[in-house]
């Protein structure tokens, strides 16, 4: 079936610095979430993107999702320690309808 | 509007005993996911319904796990026996969309984290 890679796995910054998480597919995709939870929680949906070579910006939050369609990235602008969580992407997982595949996820921790 | 509702919150039992989740999603929404997340790893999709009929479950180890969604509203999963791997969260989620492939987003509740000794 289809797989979402995510990397890195574990990302830990100072407060102030960027963050970075990336997400790859073989296949291509129709389109990709992200979802974020915080320790304890459960997912909450962030955004989705559907074009290729797709930009979206939340503040400081910024998702791309490639030309091909096959990687997707999310970059946080100096980071807070409200953005302490695993962000996930997630992508329809084969020929199902609405089928949800989640990557690993990046555990994003911030040192104030 | 309400959330996707979970219970119970958690759950402790002995290996090979039998356990049962409860989810009731938003109201109106067709599809329905039970997700297995053990700890330090993404969610991992067991069952997906769309109303009362299983759209996918080909990662549900159906020698022990069972789900059903009756009248396509509430739905349950059931482990038996329970082993010590199925410790973990189980999180179910509801999205809208009849039979779209992804056009919105999916609202999880709040897990059962179950374990098991």
């Known amino acids: 079936g289809q797989q979402v890679m995510q990397i890195p796995q574990y990302q830990h910054v100072q407060e102030g610095e960027d963050f970075t998480t990336y997400c790859n597919s073989s296949t291509t995709l129709s389109n990709i979430q992200w979802y974020k939870q915080r320790p304890g929680g459960h997912p909450v949906f962030l955004i989705q993107?559907?074009?290729?070579?797709e930009v979206k910006k939340q503040k400081r939050l910024t998702f791309q999702f490639g030309e091909a369609k096959k990687n997707s990235s999310l970059h946080i602008t100096a980071t807070q320690t409200t953005d302490v969580g695993t962000y996930f992407c997630?992508?329809?997982?084969?020929?199902?309808?609405?089928?949800?595949?989640f990557g690993q996820g990046t555990i994003l921790t911030v040192h104030p | 509007e309400a959330g996707v509702a979970q219970s119970p919150r958690y759950k402790i039992i002995e290996k090979r005993q039998s356990v049962a989740f409860w989810c009731n999603p938003i109201?109106?929404?067709?599809?329905l996911y039970w997700y297995q997340q053990i700890l330090g790893q993404g969610p991992k999709l067991l069952i997906q319904?769309?109303?009362?009929?299983?759209?996918?479950d080909s990662q549900l180890p159906k020698d022990r796990f069972s789900a059903e969604r009756l009248k396509g509203v509430d739905s349950t999963l059931k482990i038996q026996p329970a082993k010590l791997e199925d410790s973990a969260v189980y999180l179910c989620?509801?999205?809208?969309?009849?039979?779209?492939?992804?056009?919105?987003?999916?609202?999880f509740g709040q897990g059962t984290r179950l374990t098991v000794v």
């Open positions: 993107l559907v074009k290729s070579g």
């Open positions: 319904f769309q109303n009362n009929g299983v759209v996918d």
């Open positions: 997630a992508g329809p997982g084969g020929t199902s309808y609405g089928k949800l595949t």
């Open positions: 989620a509801s999205r809208q969309g009849k039979g779209t492939r992804g056009n919105t987003e999916a609202f």
């Open positions: 109201s109106g929404h067709a599809t």
